[in-house]
Nanobody, 121 residues
Framework: QVQLVESGGGLVQAGGSLRLSCAAS??????MGWFRQTPGKERDFVAV???????DYADSVKGRFTISRDDAKNTVYLQMNTLKPEDTAIYYC?????????????????WGQGTQVTVAS
């Protein structure tokens, strides 16, 4: 049974940092991504990392967020620096072995339960 379990969310002041983790179990994935969602809005792409090639980022987080993976631990991370109040959202980890670009939620078949990130101004 495949499970994705996120951790690391919380409350932080603007300008601060958080690191999210997503541990996968049950199988390995070549493409893992992070998305975020606020009430009443669609789930938005944040970052994606593939087994090969460079990561991709949403324009809104470029230069502030870094996605990385530890394949030995089957875990993907999202280091978030210089956080802004507009980064407040529930952050979801997603995984796929068939996604093309991995920047759209519909490309993923596996999702974590989400972790809340709140950035206070």
């Amino acid at each position: 049974q495949v499970q994705l379990v996120e951790s690391g969310g919380g409350l932080v002041q603007a300008g601060g940092s958080l690191r999210l983790s997503c541990a996968a179990s049950g199988r390995t994935f070549s493409i893992m991504g992070w998305f975020r969602q606020t009430p009443g809005k669609e789930r938005d792409f944040v970052a994606v990392i593939r087994t090969f090639g460079r990561p991709d980022y949403a324009d809104s987080v470029k230069g502030r967020f870094t996605i990385s993976r530890d394949d030995a631990k089957n875990t993907v991370y999202l280091q978030m620096n210089t956080l802004k109040p507009e980064d407040t959202a529930i952050y979801y980890c997603a995984a796929s072995n068939t996604a093309l670009r991995g920047t759209e939620a519909r490309e993923y078949g596996y999702w974590g339960q989400g972790t809340q990130v709140t950035v206070a101004s």
